[in-house]
């Protein structure tokens, strides 16, 4: 039985089986990541990408960030830490792992930044880039914790 399917049988309380927080935790990102995904790219579909949806996408990305800060912390401190007692260099893996993700944010921030100082008819080109790595970061921490889910 996978962990995904041990997150939907009925009558399995958090409680009893801890690891339905992270499983949630990360269908929840899971949701987030598509849909801002999805909004992206309709938006580039469109070419209506106005300040208005910058606005939005830097307003997203900051919780995102800051709950991937914090998600990774626990993580490393944590729930690594244990695992590491089983597979060895979990840690350090994870660790670069992370880091990755904050470079791949810290690219979707300097779009952003790009695109709210752009003239409107030059976006399409900066907007192009957002929606690369915004499905990189969703490609990247979906494999993430599909490994997570896996070994823990």
């Known amino acids: 039985m996978s962990a995904f399917e041990l997150a939907v049988i009925p009558g399995v309380r958090l409680r009893e ?18 849909d801002l995904r999805r909004t992206a790219a309709e938006a580039l579909d469109s070419r209506i990408y106005g300040p208005d ?16 800060k914090y998600h990774s ?29 904050e470079d791949i944010l810290d690219s979707i921030f300097h779009y952003l ?3 709210e100082k752009e ?3 030059r976006l399409s080109k900066p907007f192009q880039e957002l929606v690369y790595f915004i499905c990189t ?9 599909a490994k997570e889910e896996e070994q823990v």
């Open 17 to 34: 089986a801890p690891v339905l927080l992270l499983l949630h935790f990360h269908n929840a990102l899971r949701e987030e990541l598509a």
């Open 53 to 68: 949806l910058i606005q939005e996408l830097r307003r997203r990305f900051e919780f995102l960030k800051l709950v991937n």
């Open 73 to 101: 912390v626990a993580e490393d401190e944590v729930i690594f830490r244990a695992l590491d007692v089983h597979v060895k260099n979990v840690v350090s893996a994870y660790s670069l792992e992370h880091t990755s993700t």
């Open 113 to 115: 930044d790009v695109l």
């Open 119 to 121: 003239d409107e008819k």
């Open 137 to 145: 970061l969703q490609s990247s921490i979906c494999k993430h914790m």
